[in-house]
């Protein structure tokens, strides 16, 4: 456990006070700061567990848990008001581990963001609403928050971060269509993107 992210935050921020994983080599030494988040049900231990399994021994991982296992409690596709507090705070997390590493000295170019299913929903929309140029960003099996229709008019550029992002098709939590959509959103916005369509 670490104390990534640890600033007070309001009683409603929910995500705040959970712990968050760390293994890895010291920052310092670290060729990079791996951000891993987990998916509805899950936790930050099954993402150390991939982490683990990638066998990358030169980068620093950082695995924040969801109060409940669950960022945000619809689906990633209702309305943005039905899915808070949770959904703000869920961003708020992973946002403010972002700038504790900038403030331990790590650049933002040595900071990836990895997210599965509901967890890659919260990396892009992170991102996306927190531009910078990141080492790189993987979502897998996700996409932007909101219903169809939702306005995309992110301000800032992802200068040139190497995206990936791979969905399977169909998938009945989530369309195709929505990764597709993430692709375009963060294609306007600077980013390297790299799609996959997996059957």
Not at 7 to 27: E, N
Request: neutral net charge.
């Amino acid at each position: 456990m670490s104390s990534f992210g640890a600033t007070p935050r309001p009683q409603s921020d929910v995500h705040a006070d959970q712990p968050v994983l760390s293994d890895g080599p010291p920052l310092e030494r670290a060729k990079l700061a791996l951000i891993l988040i987990h998916g509805r049900g899950g936790s930050a231990e099954d993402m150390m567990g991939v982490y683990r399994a990638l066998g990358v021994e030169d980068v620093a991982a950082i695995a924040p848990q969801a109060a409940g296992c669950t960022w945000y409690p619809n689906s990633f596709m209702a309305p943005l008001q039905s899915n808070q507090p949770f959904l703000d705070s869920a961003l708020r997390r992973i946002e403010s581990i972002v700038a504790d590493l900038i403030a331990q000295k790590i650049a933002s170019e040595k900071i990836a963001v990895l997210g599965f299913s509901q967890g890659a929903c919260v990396a892009m929309e992170t991102v996306a609403r927190h531009p910078r140029r990141y080492a790189a960003v993987m979502g897998l099996s996700g996409g932007l928050a909101g219903p169809p229709g939702t306005p995309r008019n992110y301000p800032g550029s992802l200068g040139g971060t190497p995206i990936f992002l791979g969905g399977v098709d169909p998938d009945s939590h989530v369309p195709f269509e929505r990764v597709k959509e993430a692709e375009t959103v963060l294609k306007k916005m600077g980013g390297e993107v790299e799609m996959r369509r997996y059957p």
